[in-house]
């Protein structure tokens, strides 16, 4: 054979049907195929992979040189191959990427076009027509943490955090200036370093869509989260190798955002989103092209159908909790490093201050330093005390229940900036590992009706309460901040009653009327109520807020047995608390609401009826 004008470097462990498949796709590559080398490294292997390797070397229609070992990483053994590699042009490749006929012909003719520049080229790296593909394979390319290429905004000059190993070619003497994969990073960040090198060195970057290697590796999500904390392991110390390109304050401004959305109940959601919305995107046939024009190619929904709309909704919010769960992963990786660096003094200043910056909740910064001692350390995170107001969700019967309540509290975190959660779960409805994971974010009181509503009143610190039932979404700025002027301006108002927006778009009020004996009847329900207060007896069941130091008072005297709303209005009246009607204090009433946005801006009349009846 001629002396070869490229060489492939592949590192290969234990994947050999894989294997295989790639060294047989190299010759059927449309070059002349007597001037290509390949240099197999085989790891450590034990389920044959060298071994067919060299059966195919006195078949395949090219130099192909394999060599055992033990290198113990991919850098490593990738560098062996390398070092092996005899040809003026090195491509470095992979065991599970199978070579389009094109792929490296696209190579040499980008490289002869830009003869007269030192230059390294990028290739595509699409899934092979015959793999199935996930939603969770189509995120990691389109939309996550692997190839990215949908985000290369100008091919001829692409920015170093690009570079991905498995289909990148570049010059022998560029390799020796440059010099090849730091050995000392973990698996994952390798290749971004060998980037920023490049960048440094002034090689340029350029992609060729054309030079097309088929990623030949089903991927599922769990498999995936080992490598994440490798990759986080490997962000601590590319940071430290290469400031000028990675801040210390941006990479952990991006850990504290990650704890922020760390809580156990967090995570718990967003796997039981994965869980409901994985089916929804796997029975689209053609997802990956209608999130390619949606998403990639800015394409207005407007042009899809009902259901395709549906379809890419549903997507997006199973890629974001994809998202989310990979990012854990990856703070966890980093912060274990950094302790192993620095201690637990240095990784607690640093969070202190990038979540004071990212100005985290009450609730998330309790919910970050739970997970912090999860992953062992012992750090005091300064959890605010100025809490302004709590929710208080009553008569919680499952866990996907107490999820559905802090799914919207947990992220994003300013929802909940000043405030208390407090969760009354009926007894025996939930474990004791599942309470557990709820209190990392929320108080949990375990009893039942009216007694749980008692304790929590008791366990609640700031002014102002309000009090719904599972399922009743509100609106907390602009009903806390209502009743906190209604509260200011008339002493004796302990309770406040509101009403809920039901699917049809009515708004249902509960009025209870006093009947003989002090006793009350059931709710009656009407489709609108009066433009102002009015004095009631008791307040809906759905949405209510109440003073703290009447509530305080109320919780001592509420009978057990009766409805929440029935017993907590009586025993305010006893305190000596007027219970109010206020239409201007509105809910969702859960899964049957319309909708649509709701009135509860601080602006609507209070007491518009007259403030003289007091």
Same mark, same amino acid.
């Given at each position: 054979?001629?002396?070869p004008?490229?060489?492939?470097?592949?590192p290969?462990?234990?994947?050999?049907?894989?294997?295989?498949?790639?060294?047989?796709?190299?010759?059927?590559?449309?070059?002349?195929?007597?001037?290509?080398?390949?240099?197999?490294?085989?790891?450590?292997?034990?389920?044959?992979? #060298?071994?067919?390797?060299?059966?195919?070397?006195g078949?395949l229609p090219?130099?192909?040189?394999?060599?055992?070992?033990?290198?113990?990483?991919?850098?490593?053994?990738? /560098?062996?191959?390398?070092?092996?590699?005899?040809?003026?042009?090195?491509?470095m490749?992979?065991?599970?990427?199978?070579?389009?006929?094109?792929?490296?012909?696209?190579h040499? *003719?980008?490289?002869?076009?830009?003869?007269?520049e030192e230059?390294s080229?990028?290739?595509?790296?699409?899934? =092979?027509?015959?793999?199935?593909?996930?939603?969770?394979?189509?995120?990691?390319?389109?939309?996550?943490?692997?190839?990215?290429?949908?985000?290369?905004?100008?091919?001829?000059?692409?920015?170093? /955090?690009?570079v991905? #190993?498995?289909?990148?070619?570049?010059s022998?003497?560029?390799?020796?200036?440059?010099?090849?994969?730091?050995?000392?990073?973990?698996?994952?960040?390798?290749?971004?370093?060998?980037?920023?090198r490049?960048?440094d060195?002034?090689?340029?970057?350029?992609?060729?869509?054309?030079a097309?290697?088929?990623?030949?590796?089903?991927? #599922?999500?769990?498999?995936y989260?080992p490598?994440?904390?490798?990759?986080?392991?490997?962000?601590?110390?590319?940071?430290?190798?290469?400031?000028?390109?990675?801040?210390?304050?941006?990479?952990?401004e991006?850990?504290?955002?990650?704890?922020?959305?760390?809580?156990?109940?967090?995570?718990?959601v967003?796997?039981?989103?994965?869980?409901?919305?994985?089916?929804?995107?796997? *029975?689209?046939?053609?997802?990956a092209?209608?999130?390619?024009?949606?998403?990639?190619?800015?394409e207005?929904?407007? /042009?899809? $159908?009902?259901?395709?709309?549906?379809?890419?909704?549903?997507?997006?919010?199973?890629? /974001?909790?994809y998202?989310?769960?990979l990012?854990?992963?990856?703070? $966890?990786?980093?912060?274990?490093?950094?302790?192993?660096?620095?201690?637990?003094d240095?990784?607690?200043?640093?969070?202190?201050?990038r979540?004071?910056a990212?100005?985290a909740?009450?609730s998330t910064?309790?919910?970050?330093?739970r997970?912090?001692? $999860?992953?062992?350390?012992?750090?005091?995170?300064?959890l605010?005390?100025?809490?302004?107001?709590?929710?208080?969700?009553?008569?919680?019967e499952s866990?996907?229940?107490?999820l559905? $309540?802090?799914?919207?509290?947990l992220?994003?975190?300013?929802?909940?900036?000043h405030q208390?959660?407090?969760l009354?779960?009926?007894?025996g409805r939930?474990t004791?590992?599942?309470?557990?994971r709820?209190?990392?974010?929320?108080?949990?009181?375990?009893?039942?009706?009216?007694v749980?509503?008692?304790?929590?009143?008791?366990?609640?610190?700031?002014?102002?309460? @309000?009090?719904?039932? =599972?399922?009743?979404?509100v609106?907390?700025?602009?009903?806390i901040?209502?009743?906190?002027?209604?509260?200011?301006?008339?002493?004796?108002?302990?309770?406040?009653?509101?009403?809920?927006?039901?699917?049809?778009?009515?708004?249902?009020?509960?009025?209870a009327?006093?009947?003989?004996?002090?006793?009350?009847?059931?709710?009656?329900? *009407?489709?609108?109520s009066?433009?102002?207060?009015? =004095?009631?007896?008791?307040?809906?069941d759905?949405?209510?807020?109440?003073?703290?130091?009447?509530g305080?008072?109320?919780?001592?005297?509420? #009978? =057990?047995?009766?409805?929440?709303n029935?017993?907590?209005?009586? @025993?305010?009246?006893?305190?000596?608390?007027?219970?109010?009607?206020l239409p201007?204090?509105q809910?969702?009433?859960?899964?049957?609401?319309?909708?649509?946005?709701?009135?509860?801006t601080?602006g609507?009349?209070?007491?518009?009826?007259?403030?003289d009846?007091?």
């Amino acid at each position: 054979m001629s002396d070869p004008i490229v060489s492939i470097a592949i590192p290969a462990r234990d994947q050999r049907a894989r294997l295989v498949r790639t060294l047989e796709s190299i010759g059927r590559s449309e070059v002349d195929r007597s001037r290509l080398e390949v240099v197999v490294v085989d790891d450590g292997s034990t389920d044959g992979s #060298a071994s067919a390797a060299e059966e195919l070397a006195g078949v395949l229609p090219y130099r192909l040189i394999v060599e055992r070992g033990s290198w113990g990483s991919q850098s490593a053994a990738t /560098n062996a191959a390398l070092r092996r590699c005899t040809a003026p042009l090195l491509l470095m490749s992979a065991q599970d990427i199978v070579f389009h006929e094109r792929m490296i012909a696209e190579h040499l *003719a980008a490289h002869e076009r830009f003869s007269g520049e030192e230059l390294s080229v990028l290739g595509a790296l699409p899934y =092979p027509e015959d793999l199935k593909v996930s939603p969770f394979m189509l995120y990691l390319i389109r939309g996550g943490f692997q190839f990215a290429y949908h985000l290369i905004q100008d091919p001829l000059r692409v920015p170093p /955090n690009f570079v991905y #190993a498995p289909n990148l070619s570049l010059s022998r003497s560029t390799l020796d200036r440059v010099g090849a994969f730091d050995e000392n990073l973990p698996y994952g960040c390798q290749d971004t370093d060998l980037g920023l090198r490049l960048s440094d060195a002034g090689v340029r970057l350029i992609y060729v869509a054309g030079a097309i290697g088929y990623h030949n590796h089903p991927m #599922a999500l769990e498999d995936y989260l080992p490598r994440q904390r490798s990759v986080g392991r490997a962000m601590h110390r590319l940071q430290a190798k290469h400031p000028r390109h990675l801040s210390a304050q941006s990479q952990w401004e991006l850990v504290a955002r990650a704890l922020v959305a760390s809580a156990p109940a967090r995570e718990d959601v967003d796997r039981r989103l994965i869980g409901r919305l994985e089916p929804i995107a796997a *029975a689209e046939p053609r997802l990956a092209d209608l999130w390619e024009r949606a998403f990639c190619g800015r394409e207005d929904l407007d /042009n899809f $159908e009902p259901g395709q709309c549906s379809t890419l909704r549903a997507t997006e919010r199973l890629f /974001n909790a994809y998202g989310r769960i990979l990012e854990r992963a990856m703070a $966890e990786g980093f912060l274990c490093e950094a302790r192993a660096v620095a201690g637990d003094d240095e990784v607690a200043a640093h969070l202190r201050a990038r979540l004071s910056a990212l100005q985290a909740s009450w609730s998330t910064r309790r919910s970050a330093q739970r997970r912090l001692q $999860e992953l062992g350390f012992d750090l005091q995170l300064e959890l605010p005390s100025d809490r302004q107001h709590a929710r208080i969700v009553v008569g919680i019967e499952s866990y996907d229940e107490a999820l559905d $309540e802090l799914e919207n509290q947990l992220f994003p975190a300013v929802r909940a900036f000043h405030q208390q959660i407090i969760l009354a779960v009926e007894p025996g409805r939930l474990t004791e590992a599942q309470i557990e994971r709820l209190s990392a974010s929320a108080d949990v009181v375990v009893a039942p009706g009216s007694v749980g509503l008692s304790r929590a009143l008791a366990l609640a610190t700031p002014e102002r309460i @309000a009090i719904t039932q =599972p399922g009743v979404e509100v609106e907390d700025g602009g009903g806390i901040a209502l009743a906190a002027a209604v509260f200011e301006r008339f002493p004796e108002v302990g309770l406040l009653g509101g009403g809920t927006v039901r699917g049809d778009g009515s708004i249902e009020y509960g009025l209870a009327r006093e009947a003989k004996g002090g006793r009350f009847s059931s709710l009656s329900r *009407a489709a609108g109520s009066a433009a102002g207060a009015t =004095p009631i007896d008791a307040v809906s069941d759905h949405y209510a807020i109440v003073r703290k130091k009447v509530g305080l008072r109320a919780a001592a005297l509420m #009978a =057990p047995g009766k409805p929440w709303n029935i017993a907590l209005s009586l @025993a305010v009246r006893e305190c000596g608390g007027l219970v109010l009607h206020l239409p201007a204090l509105q809910a969702r009433g859960g899964s049957t609401a319309s909708g649509r946005p709701l009135d509860t801006t601080s602006g609507v009349p209070i007491l518009a009826a007259g403030p003289d009846r007091h």
